[in-house]
C-alpha cells in the first residue's frame, strides 16, 4: 500500500466524485478479482455516501459485483491512462490474464472484502443495495460508500488539489474511441 | 438562438455526459420556468439514449420536472462559471427573479416543451420515465433524451474538441463551496 493512501472522512466521500471522472470499478468473489472501467459512475447522496454506477450484463466484473455485494469504485488518474483503457476494452472472460496484461496491482484493505487498485488518486469501498429492478432494466447499481481514501498528495484535508499536484495524479474523463480529457483548470466563483 | 446551435446525432448524444460536466437543469409548468444546477446527472443508455440526474425535494425544478415530465439537461461552460454557480446556490421560492438576477436567457425548440439555457455548450431534451420508487426514495430520475444539441464551435461531427475551441466553451466540473474545475488536456491512448 502506498504511504500516500489517506483515508477520507466519509461526509466528503461524495467530493471524489462529484467533478465525473471515470472509474475503475473492482470485484472479488469466489477466488476471482476483476477490474473494468466505467464512465457512468455517479454521486447520489452526501450523508450516507451513495453511488450509482452502470455495470452492463455482458462484463465479468458484473457477476462478481452482484455475488458478493461489494465493489470499489476508484479514480483512476493520467498516469494510468493505458491501463484505464485496457481494462475497459478487454473482458476477463476472453483474457485471462487481464488484470497481469493491463498492469493492475491489486491490494486490500483489512474488514473490507473488495480489492483496490494501486496507484489511482481515489477509492470508494461500496456496499451494493440490491435494487434489483434498477439491476435488471438499466443495468444501474445503487451502493452506500462505508469506506473511502485517497492519495493525499492530490485529495488534501477534504480538497482536490488537481492544480497544485502532479499533473499525472489529475483525474481521467472518458469521451469514446480511446478518447481521455485529463481534469483542467481551477475555476474559483467569486463569491458575492 | 444561436447560429452555432447544431443538432446531434441521438446515438451520439452520451458523448455530451461522458466526461462528466456538471449539468444545468430547465424545466416548464403551468408557466412557471426555472434552472439549477446538477452535479449528479450521468448518462445511463446509448441507444436510445438514457440520463439519471439527482434532484432533491427541496428544489422548485423537481416539482416542474415532475408536473410537466420534461426537462432539459445542459452542459454549461467556463464562460458561464458565475451564472452555474447562481442558478444552483438561490432557488426560486426565495428569489422570485432567479433567473433574471443570474443572468439565464431561455430559449425553446419547436416541438419540444421545455425550456433551454442559452450559451450552454450542449443540451439534452429528456422526457421523464415514471420510476416513483427511485425518485421517491433516492431523489434520483431517469428519462429518455428525445433530442440533443451542441455548440458546433466545441462539438464537430460527434466530438468534443474543447483542445482547439474558445476556452469559454470548456465544461464545468464542479467540486463544492464555488470550487469548479474546467475540462483539460486531451489524453489520447495508443491503440494497440
Redesign the interface.
Known amino acids: 500500500m502506498s504511504p500516500h493512501f489517506h483515508p477520507v472522512d466519509l461526509k466528503k466521500a461524495y ?1 471524489l466524485l ?5 472509474v475503475l470499478v473492482s470485484a472479488s468473489h469466489a477466488g476471482v478479482d476483476n477490474v473494468m472501467a466505467a ?7 452526501f450523508d450516507p455516501p ?1 453511488v ?1 454506477v ?1 455495470i452492463d450484463k455482458i462484463t465479468r466484473t458484473r457477476a462478481l459485483v452482484e455475488n458478493s455485494g461489494w465493489m470499489v469504485l476508484q479514480v483512476p488518474n ?1 498516469g494510468q ?2 491501463l484505464t ?1 485496457q481494462v475497459g476494452s478487454h473482458s476477463l472472460a476472453e483474457q485471462p490474464d487481464k488484470l497481469d496484461q493491463a498492469g493492475v496491482e491489486l491490494f486490500r484493505v483489512d474488514g473490507y472484502p473488495a480489492p483496490l487498485v494501486a496507484g489511482c488518486s481515489a477509492w470508494l469501498m461500496c456496499r451494493v443495495i440490491d435494487e434489483p ?2 439491476q435488471t432494466t ?3 447499481f ?1 451502493a452506500e460508500v462505508v469506506g473511502a481514501w485517497a492519495d493525499e498528495r492530490v485529495f488534501v484535508e477534504g ?2 488539489v ?1 492544480e497544485k499536484a502532479d499533473p499525472a495524479l ?1 483525474s ?5 474511441g ?14 458575492s
Chains 1, 2 share one sequence.
Open positions: 467530493r462529484n467533478h465525473g471522472p471515470t464512465a457512468w459512475a455517479c454521486a447520489l447522496d451513495k450509482t452502470v493520467a491512462l493505458q483503457h429492478h434498477n438499466y443495468d444501474l445503487i480538497h482536490w488537481f489529475r481521467l474523463h472518458y469521451v469514446a480511446g478518447h481521455f480529457y485529463a481534469i483542467g483548470e481551477a475555476l474559483d466563483v467569486e463569491q
